[in-house]
C-alpha cells in the first residue's frame, strides 16, 4: 500500500490546466505513508493495516490517472453521475471504485454496477433496495453500514443505539455483503470530539464483528484531510482523501 502525504498550510491544487503533478502526489503519499506508521506505532497497531482512498470527487480524470500512477488504486466519488462519467473514461477495471456519498433510492440500479464498495449505506430502505436489485441482476453488492458516531442531526448515518439491531437485520439480506463500518467526524480541532466520534465507531464495528455472524469486519472507514492522523490512531483501516493528495481546488 502506498499512502498520501501531508497537506502544508496555505497550500494550493496542483491541478492546472486539466493536469495533475504526479511528482507532488508522489511526495504527499509518500509523506502520508510515514504520518500512518507513526501513527499506527503509536497505537500499538500493525503499521501496513490502512488503505488510503483517492476523493476525486469534481477534479479532472487526470488527477485519477495520476493517483493510480502514483500506486493509489482505491478512487471515491460522490455522486453517481460524476462516477459514471469517470468509470467510462478511466475504465471499470482500472481501479477500485467507491461510491463514498449518500446514494439516493432511485440512482441505485445506476450505481450498482459501477463501485465496488459502497461507503454509504445509511438507512433499511436503502439495504432493501439493494438487495432487490443484487438479486435482479445477479450481483452481489458490497457495502459498509454508515454510522453516526457524532450525534450531528445533519450526518447521514445508523445512530449509534440503534446501529448494531440494523446491522445484523440488513447482514440477512440476500445480496448484500457487509464488509464494515463507516462514519464522518464533525468538522472541529477538537482532538477529544475527533476522538470520540472514531472511538466510538470502532467499538461498534468490534461488536458487529463478535456477535453478527455475516458482518465482515474488514473495513473501518473513517478519516478524511483534516483528521486521518487521528483517525488512523483510533483503528481506521481505510481513510478518505482528497486535499492531502491534490491540494485545495483553484478558484
Not at 133 to 161: C, D, M, W
Not at 162 to 167: N, V
Not at 200 to 208: T, V, Y
Not at 212 to 223: E, K, Q, W
Request: a negative charge; one cysteine or more; aromatic letters at 4%.
Amino acid at each position: 500500500m502506498r499512502g498520501p502525504g501531508p497537506l502544508a498550510p496555505g497550500s494550493i491544487a496542483t491541478v492546472r490546466s486539466g493536469m495533475t503533478d504526479r511528482q507532488e502526489l508522489e511526495r504527499r503519499l509518500a509523506g502520508v505513508e510515514e504520518d500512518i506508521r507513526k501513527a499506527r506505532t503509536f497505537a500499538g497497531l500493525p503499521v501496513d493495516g490502512v488503505d488510503v482512498l483517492a476523493v476525486t470527487k469534481t477534479r479532472p480524470s487526470d488527477a485519477i490517472r495520476a493517483a493510480l500512477a502514483a500506486g493509489v488504486i482505491d478512487i471515491g466519488e460522490n455522486r453517481v453521475p460524476e462516477m459514471e462519467a469517470k468509470v467510462a473514461e478511466i475504465g471499470r477495471s482500472a481501479a477500485r471504485w467507491h461510491l463514498i456519498g449518500h446514494l439516493q433510492r432511485n440512482k441505485v440500479r445506476q450505481a450498482v454496477p459501477l463501485f465496488d464498495l459502497l461507503h454509504s449505506l445509511d438507512s433499511l430502505r436503502l439495504a432493501r433496495s439493494l438487495s432487490a436489485e443484487a438479486v435482479e441482476s445477479g450481483r452481489e453488492v458490497h457495502a459498509l453500514i454508515q454510522i453516526n458516531t457524532s450525534g450531528e442531526e445533519s450526518k447521514f448515518g445508523f445512530p449509534a443505539e440503534s446501529a448494531l439491531d440494523a446491522t445484523a437485520e440488513i447482514c440477512e439480506l440476500p445480496g448484500l455483503v457487509i464488509d464494515g463500518m463507516m462514519t464522518m467526524a464533525p468538522l472541529t480541532d477538537d482532538d477529544s470530539v475527533l476522538r470520540g466520534t472514531f472511538s466510538r465507531a470502532r467499538a461498534l464495528w468490534e461488536e458487529a464483528g463478535r456477535v453478527t455472524p455475516r458482518f465482515n469486519a474488514i473495513h473501518l472507514s473513517m478519516g478524511m484531510s483534516n483528521d486521518y492522523r487521528i483517525a488512523v490512531e483510533e483503528g481506521s483501516t481505510l481513510i478518505r482523501l482528497g486535499t492531502a493528495l491534490f491540494g485545495g481546488r483553484e478558484v
